[in-house]
Every structure is written in structure tokens, then in C-alpha cells.
């Protein structure tokens, strides 16, 4: 294994500094916001009183926090989003098409007539190297993301949704299995990487947008989930719940959409009086996954993923046994 | 291994057993038609069979097919007394097979390809690419895309040998190198063959330089083995010409290899009444790979 470590540390060394680098900044961003933030961080009373929950009147230095929290830990948010989808494309695109390309996967092969045993120890490797630096990310996200919202639990929040802990690996690993097999399939650098490029917006997308993943939707009325909540005590400063649709809810119960609402409006209304007509017989509600089910959620996506990463690296095993060399 | 792969034994040939055996087998690729028809042949264990052809005559297809890369449409490969597509991996572990785009890591030197062989592969003989390396004076420390072209080719070929092969198939493995150093290349092939009783099977067009390792060479044509014969013999008994030539009377035809269209055809031909020792014929003229050449040739026969 180590003979082999030290020849495809080699081989795909630029990847790996690339991966570092990106590691080792976004860390080092991320301890040295986290560590401002809790310097920088208002008390309870200050936060209440910024929110108007709270009696006013106290010295409160809020403004330095939320500049940092709103504006370049923002920014670092953003790097959460990407992370996966960068470490894991960027290891798993090159790591078969490099050696299916260049030639060298043809001399593995003559000397190890089991593919599988090729392949394995590869993906093996690759995979400790995105698992380890997931998870560096995944840890220095958590600590950033506890100085930023301190009220938040992330099991009971969907506020920083998939910017640490154990879901953020399982996108880096899905993301690179999904790669894998893509240069297995392709068999080229280029291409390959073109083909990411697709598939990464795709899935950005789709992450960026989970499925309740089977939790039902609880219908609420606007103006309920507008107003703040608190949590253990302290103001939350982020809605906890997640969104997934907007309508108007009859009194039997069934939502729909403006439009459906207002067909059975009467005949010659203007807009504001078919707005008024259509809130008088329905109440304007968002359907909601409750934050509480956050950790569930969390939990039924990242198995979901695994299947989709399994089935990959079993794809990717599947076409290299049947590549000519 | 498989019991029932092995069920039926090798044949043996009158010099001894058999390495590999192919029985009508046949290759046939969808879009491209077939590649390789019922074809037949038996590698004596310990020899070393030169496969001759011009460019896609299918000698890489029948290289890979014997390693197991390859499924056939129909027939059947024995190597070492396994079948190839019956027996999975005991049968491809036995043979060494370097294709013809092979490449090297280029950020690590021979010795940590080395290295990296001996861990793939249990049972590795580190000993022999080591031994063939500094035979050959090919450096182990520095990296290989600082060395030359048939110097990586050198460390490729020390490397499949380190696993020491009942049968070793070699897909045009010296076509980067100096012809001093393929005659080097060839000579150590030989030596391994004979050391260690390895059977070799090497697809060229490097004939002439072929001869100083291979005790036999196969003609490929028409997707079968169209000639199969020693070297002094083929000297002796064969000339090349040219198909739209009104053949001599009593010629007997045994290959024939598709020409420029559909009346001309390249052939070689046996004529045991005319033996042409003495005729200035080397064996560069009888060099199979003029075929390709000679495939386009037109105009008034060609013989010589």
C-alpha cells in the first residue's frame, strides 16, 4: 500500500496540493472567523433588544458581529456549499481517466489480472483522502457555524443545512464516487472533467434543494412562521424551518395555488379586490419541514447519497472489469 | 483452480507440451465484422513465436483474446491447461500480457515501479526486472519521463516479467527503441524463455530482429494463421509476389492477405520445386511487414 500511495501521490500530486491548499485556507478562514465571532459575540439582552424582543436601553455592540456574520462568513458559506462538489470532483475525475488515458492503467492490468484488485486499493485511497478532508471541513464548520447562530442547534435547525457534520462528507464522497465513475466510463481527463463540470451544477442544484426525504410538509400560516422564535432562551437570528411551498389554505384543509383559489372568485373583480376576495376565503400559508426534523432529514439524505455512491464505485468496478487494455 | 477448465489436457506437440492452445476461435467485433476467424494454433511451451502481419490483420485483437481481455464469439483458449474464459483469474494470472500502448508512471523512477509491482503482485520476482534493468543499463533512479522512449519500454517489459509467466504475450513491444537495442531486447526475451521455461508469443514487424529470439513465426491473414513455420525454413521455400500475377505452375498458395482491391492480394507462396536459396533472397525481402507495402503496389507482377 505504501508502494502504491507513493506512486499515485505522484501521479495525481497536483490534485492533492490543489485539494490541500483549498483545505488548509478555507480551515484557517474558518478558525480565525469563528474565533472573531465569538470575541466579537453580543449578549443575549443585546441580541433581544436588536431584535426588539427585549427591553431597550443597554450598551449593545452588535453591528462588528453581524458586519463579520452577514458579510465574510457569508462568504465562507458559499466555500461550504462548493466544498464537496470541488473535493470531490477534482479527486474522482482524474483518478481512473488519468490511467485509462495515459496508459499506465494497461500496465496495472498486466500485472494484476484482477481488475477489481486494481481498482480497489485505488479508490481506497482517494476515498481516505476525501473522507479526511471532509471532514476537517465538516469540523471547522461546525465550530464556525455554533459562533455564528449560537442559538442553533443543528439537529433542530435547517439554517446551516449541509455546511457540517456528517452530511457534508457524504456529499464530498458522492460527489467523487459520481466522478469516478464518470472517468471510468470516459476514459479521458478532458472529457471527463467537461462532464463533471454538467453534473456538479446538477447536483449543486439538487442540493441546494433537498427532498423532505419522506418527512411530511406541515402547513402554517404566513404571518406565524414570520415571527421570530427563540431557542433555549436566546433570539434566533435564522429561521430554523425549511420552506418547501406557498399556497392558500381553504378551511377544509386544502391548499392551493392563487390562481386555483381565484376561480371561483365572482366575475368582475379587479386584482386588489380578487387579492382581498381570495384572503377573506383562504389563509395565506408556506408549508414547512419543521427545523426539529432537521437531524432526520439530514440522516435519511445521507443514506440516500451512500446508495448513490455505492452504486457508482460498483458501476465504476463493473466498467473497468470490462475495459480493453 | 477450476477443475472442469482443466478437465481436458493440453495437447502435446512432437517437440513436447503445449503452452497455449487456440481452437477455432473467433473474434468478431460489432461495426468492424470479423476480426478473427476459426482460428488455430498451439505455442510449445518454452519457444518463442513471432506473430507477423500487416496493420490490423487483428494481431493485437488475438493478443488479447489469449490474455482473457478479450471474449470470443466462438472457440476456445487454453494456457497452461486452464481455459481462459472458463477459469476467471487463475488462468490470466499465469500469462503476461504488454499491450501496445502501455505507459509508465512518469514521476517515479523504475525502482518504485518496481516497488509498486512487488506489492501489486503476490509472488513477484523483483529479481529479474532488477537483473534486466542493469543488464541493459537502463538508470533505476531517475524519472521515467526522463529516460528514453525504449527505456521505458525496457522497464515495462522487466516489469510483466517479474511475474514470471507461463506465457509472456507481447503486443509490438519494441517499436520505440534503436534496432541495437531491440536485437538486446530480443536476446533477453530468449534467455527468459529459455531460464525460465516461459513460452512468448510477440506480435512485430520487426522481423529481421524477431529472428534472433522467435524459433517460429505465425503469419496472420484473413483472420487465421496463414503460415507457420521456422525461420531457415520459410528462407528456403517462400517468396513474396504479387496476386495479379499469373501464379507459376505448380505454386502452392498458403497465405494471402487482402491487397488494394478486390483482384489483388499479397501473397506468400510455397514452392518446394523452385527453393529459393541462393536467390539473393534475405530475410528482409521475405519480411512479412512488407506486405503492407506491397498491398498497394499495381501495375504488372511483382516476384522475386
Known amino acids: 500500500m505504501t508502494a502504491l500511495a507513493r506512486i499515485l501521490g505522484r501521479q495525481h500530486r497536483f490534485e492533492i496540493a490543489a485539494i490541500a491548499l483549498f483545505t488548509v485556507v478555507l480551515v484557517l478562514a474558518t478558525l480565525i472567523a469563528g474565533l472573531r465571532l465569538r470575541e466579537l459575540e453580543p449578549t443575549d439582552a443585546c441580541v433581544d433588544a436588536w431584535l426588539g424582543l427585549g427591553p431597550d436601553g443597554a450598551p449593545c455592540a452588535i453591528a462588528a458581529w453581524l458586519s463579520l456574520r452577514n458579510g465574510e462568513v457569508g462568504l465562507l458559506g458559499l466555500a461550504f456549499l462548493a466544498a464537496p462538489f470541488l473535493v470531490g470532483a477534482v479527486a474522482g475525475s482524474v483518478l481512473l481517466a488519468r490511467e485509462i488515458e495515459l496508459g499506465t492503467a494497461a500496465l496495472g492490468w498486466a500485472l494484476q489480472p484482477r481488475r477489481a484488485r486494481w481498482i480497489a486499493p ?204 | 483452480m477450476d477443475a472442469a477448465a482443466r478437465s481436458s489436457p493440453d495437447r502435446t506437440s512432437p517437440g513436447g507440451p503445449l503452452a497455449c492452445t487456440v481452437d477455432g476461435l473467433s473474434v468478431r467485433y460489432r461495426g468492424t465484422g470479423q476480426v478473427l476467424d476459426d482460428l488455430s494454433m498451439a505455442l510449445p511451451a518454452g519457444s518463442v513465436t513471432a506473430l507477423i502481419g500487416p496493420n490490423g490483420v487483428g494481431k493485437s485483437t488475438l493478443l488479447r483474446t489469449i490474455a482473457g481481455f478479450e471474449r470470443p464469439t466462438s472457440g476456445r483458449v487454453r494456457v497452461d491447461g486452464v481455459d481462459v474464459h472458463g477459469g476467471g483469474s487463475a488462468a490470466r494470472g499465469s500469462t503476461g500480457f504488454l499491450p501496445q500502448r502501455v505507459a509508465l508512471y512518469p514521476a517515479s523512477d523504475a525502482r518504485a515501479h518496481i516497488a509498486w509491482a512487488a506489492a501489486a503482485r503476490p509472488g513477484y520476482d523483483r529479481g529479474i526486472p532488477e537483473r534486466m534493468l542493469r543488464d541493459l543499463d537502463v538508470p533505476m533512479d531517475r524519472r521515467t519521463d526522463r529516460i528514453s522512449g525504449g527505456q521505458r519500454v525496457i522497464v515495462a517489459l522487466a516489469l510483466v516479467l517479474g511475474t514470471r509467466p507461463a506465457l509472456l504475450l507481447l503486443d509490438e513491444p519494441t517499436e520505440a527503441m534503436d534496432p541495437l537495442v531491440r536485437l538486446e531486447v530480443y536476446g533477453l526475451i530468449r534467455d527468459l524463455a529459455q531460464r525460465y521455461g516461459t513460452s512468448v508469443l510477440v506480435a512485430t514487424h520487426q522481423l529481421a530482429e524477431a529472428t534472433a529470439a522467435a524459433d517460429r513465426f505465425l503469419v496472420l491473414g484473413g483472420g487465421r494463421i496463414t503460415l507457420d513455420g521456422d525461420a531457415p525454413t520459410l528462407l528456403a521455400t517462400h517468396r513474396t509476389i504479387h496476386a495479379d500475377a499469373p501464379l507459376p505452375p505448380g505454386a502452392a498458395w498458403v497465405a494471402a492477405v487482402p491487397g488494394g482491391g478486390a483482384d489483388r492480394r499479397v501473397v506468400i507462396r510455397i514452392d518446394p520445386d523452385r527453393p529459393v536459396a541462393g536467390d539473393a533472397l534475405t530475410l528482409d525481402d521475405l519480411l512479412l511487414a512488407h506486405l503492407a507495402a506491397l498491398r498497394s503496389a499495381t501495375g504488372p507482377a511483382v516476384t522475386r
Open chain 1, 122 to 325: 485505488r479508490i481506497a485511497a482517494a476515498l481516505l483522502l476525501v473522507i479526511t478532508t471532509m471532514a476537517a471541513i465538516a469540523i471547522a464548520g461546525r465550530f464556525l457555524w455554533s459562533a455564528a447562530d449560537p442559538a442553533i442547534d443543528p439537529a433542530l435547525s435547517f439554517a446551516r443545512y449541509g455546511l457540517d457534520g456528517p452530511l457534508l462528507i457524504v456529499r464530498g464522497v458522492t460527489v467523487f464516487a459520481i466522478a469516478v465513475l464518470a472517468g471510468a466510463i470516459v476514459g479521458r481527463q478532458l472529457p471527463t472533467a467537461i462532464v463533471m463540470l454538467g453534473l456538479t451544477i446538477v447536483l449543486w442544484l439538487a442540493m441546494q434543494h433537498p427532498f423532505p426525504w419522506g418527512v411530511p410538509t406541515t402547513w402554517v400560516p404566513l404571518d406565524a412562521q414570520m415571527t421570530d422564535a427563540r431557542s433555549g432562551g436566546r433570539a434566533e437570528l435564522s429561521d430554523p424551518d425549511r420552506i418547501v411551498g406557498y399556497g392558500f389554505q381553504s378551511p377544509d384543509g386544502v391548499v392551493r395555488s392563487f390562481t386555483d383559489a381565484a376561480a371561483s372568485a365572482p366575475a368582475g373583480l379587479d386584482d386588489d379586490a380578487l387579492d382581498a376576495w381570495v384572503r377573506q376565503q383562504a389563509t395565506e400559508v408556506v408549508g414547512i419541514v419543521p427545523g426539529a426534523e432537521a437531524g432526520s432529514v439530514a440522516l435519511r439524505e445521507s443514506l440516500a447519497l451512500a446508495g448513490v455512491a455505492l452504486a457508482a464505485l460498483a458501476g465504476s468496478f463493473l466498467v473497468i472489469g470490462r475495459r480493453r487494455p
